[in-house]
């Protein structure tokens, strides 16, 4: 699978945009479940993690 990325027949803008596509999809789940953890487990609210994951979330959004 790994020489499938480098290989030449692939297009490398193509190989950055879905870079992009799955590091912020990645993000964005992992702030989703920091924000489970936060409010269900922790029952606080820091609102900078709330504005991380929604800044987090709205990059997502721009990617895609």
């Known amino acids: 699978a790994l020489t499938l990325l480098f290989?030449?027949?692939l297009?490398?803008?193509?190989?950055?945009?879905?870079?992009?596509i799955l590091?912020?999809?990645?993000?964005?789940?992992?702030?989703?479940?920091l924000t489970y953890v936060q409010l269900?487990?922790?029952?606080?609210?820091?609102?900078?993690?709330?504005?991380?994951a929604v800044v987090t979330i709205l990059i997502f959004l721009v990617v895609i």
């Open 7 to 9: 290989t030449s027949s």
């Open 40 to 52: 269900d487990i922790l029952k606080e609210i820091c609102e900078y993690c709330i504005a991380s």
């Open 11 to 20: 297009p490398f803008p193509l190989l950055i945009y879905w870079g992009k």
């Open 23 to 33: 590091s912020s999809a990645g993000a964005s789940i992992f702030s989703v479940y």
